[in-house]
């Protein structure tokens, strides 16, 4: 049992296990069907604690569906996965800058708008 990797639902692998086991461990519950979206997991379908982390403490992954991605893969997916993050990050950066020139334009124009009154009143 492992902790449980960031999900995505897929429409061909979801809801309520239909058989009695796999449970969970520490609730005895069925596991709902998930598929990781996380690094070199991504794709892969599992067994899941159904306890959401927000109603108490998760079990984890209780079964793997799918064997292990070959080595290739995995490389390929972690490559694709610190590309995606490296794109956000940048795109996080240039929001800030742009927001930081917002700000900036922001306060220009107001001291504008106050020129421009004291001018209106001085005529």
Same mark, same amino acid.
């Given at each position: ?6 999900? %995505? ?30 690094? %070199?997991? %991504? ?15 998760? +079990?984890?992954? %209780? &079964? #793997?569906?799918?064997?292990? #991605? ?10 694709? #996965?610190?590309?995606?993050? &490296?794109?956000? +990050? ?8 742009? &927001? ?14 106050? &020129? ?8």
């Amino acid at each position: 049992m492992q902790e449980t990797p960031d999900t %995505t639902v897929e429409s061909l692998f979801c809801g309520q296990l239909e058989l009695s086991e796999p449970t969970c461990m520490m609730h005895h519950m069925r596991p709902i069907k998930c598929v990781a979206f996380e690094g %070199t997991l %991504t794709g892969r379908r599992f067994y899941g604690c159904p306890v959401q982390q927000s109603e108490g403490v998760n +079990c984890g992954v %209780t &079964e #793997w569906v799918d064997k292990p #991605w070959h080595p290739i893969l995995q490389n390929c997916l972690s490559r694709l #996965w610190d590309m995606y993050h &490296e794109q956000n +990050c940048g795109r996080v950066v240039d929001k800030q800058k742009y &927001e930081k020139h917002l700000a900036k334009l922001k306060t220009e124009n107001d001291k504008l708008c106050i &020129e421009y009154t004291k001018l209106v009143q001085d005529v």
